[in-house]
């Protein structure tokens, strides 16, 4: 259950605190800078730091889904689209003051509410903990009790797939 | 190894640096950055939660994975839109996609 209960815990606490400072080293890298390039760089930083956290969290599956998902497939995606629209030959415009601090002071108010109320809370852990967290059982639950949600998300990346090919497609031949 | 709440803080604070990210951002590739930034963050939670509270540890993974999912067909589409975009108003700046505007 607990990758890392072999290494000491100072270690393990050590480990533990870099992969934060790399989570949100990296997030920050993709919000503040302009370049659009060290935006997508900071998020696959932020969601390896993630997968780690996971780790952490004890599901070595999931990680690895981070890893394949997201670092794999959408930063990829995403570094595409960028070559595709050429976005660092454009203007990039003034920040306005107004709206920088407006943004600052709403996301600022969301993180201490949610702080907040994540620490006033008396949380309860469930009685009785099963303590199963292979990957047998995760399939096992995907192909009985979760199955139809299994099969929607198959339906709804179908879609995707095919609306992602039509989008791009139809409005390569309207404008040519 | 920790306890829930550093876990519930630093998906807290990476989701607010996602929302700022969405507020601020005008090109819509770095909106969407924020926007996989914030799922991730959510995604944070369900595992915490599934980790410290629940009977079951399973669900919590089996959601974050339809997550996933979730995520990336949101991805392809909305990149698809912004390339659809692009070629029409050859801009991803959001303020110029102002065209039905009276």
Redesign the interface.
Known sequence: M?T?SSVTPVL??AA?WIT?GF??SG??I??FPRN?LY??LG?AL??SG?AG??L????F??AL??LL??VG??CI??V???M??R?LH??T?K?AIP??A???A???V??VA??SV??RTE???????????SVE??GH??LTR?EL?FEV?SL??L???I???V??G???RL?S | ??S??T????S??????????V?????L??M???V??ML?AA??NF??F??????????G??I???V??????????G??????L???MH???I?RAQKLKG
């Open positions: 607990d890392f393990a606490q533990f934060v989570t949100v997030a920050a993709a919000v659009i935006n997508v998020l932020a969601l993630i956290l996971y952490f969290l004890g599901s599956f999931i889904m981070q998902i997201y497939a959408v995606a995403i595409f689209a960028i595709l629209s976005p454009l203007e415009p920040r709206k920088v407006l943004g600052l709403a996301s600022a969301f993180f949610s702080a994540a620490l949380w309860v852990p469930a009685v009785e903990r099963s303590t199963d967290w059982t995760i639950m995907l979760y949600v998300i709804v990346l879609v995707a797939i609306g992602a090919i989008t791009a139809f409005s390569r404008s | 190894m920790n829930l709440n876990y519930l803080i630093i807290a604070f990476l989701f607010s640096l996602g929302l700022l990210g507020l601020q951002r005008r090109n590739i770095g969407l950055i924020s996989e930034l991730n995604n944070l595992m915490a599934n980790r410290f509270l629940t009977p079951d540890p399973v669900v993974q089996i974050a994975l339809f996933m999912g979730l995520a990336a067909a949101e991805a392809a589409i990149l698809s839109i912004i390339l659809a692009f070629r029409k801009s991803i700046n303020e």
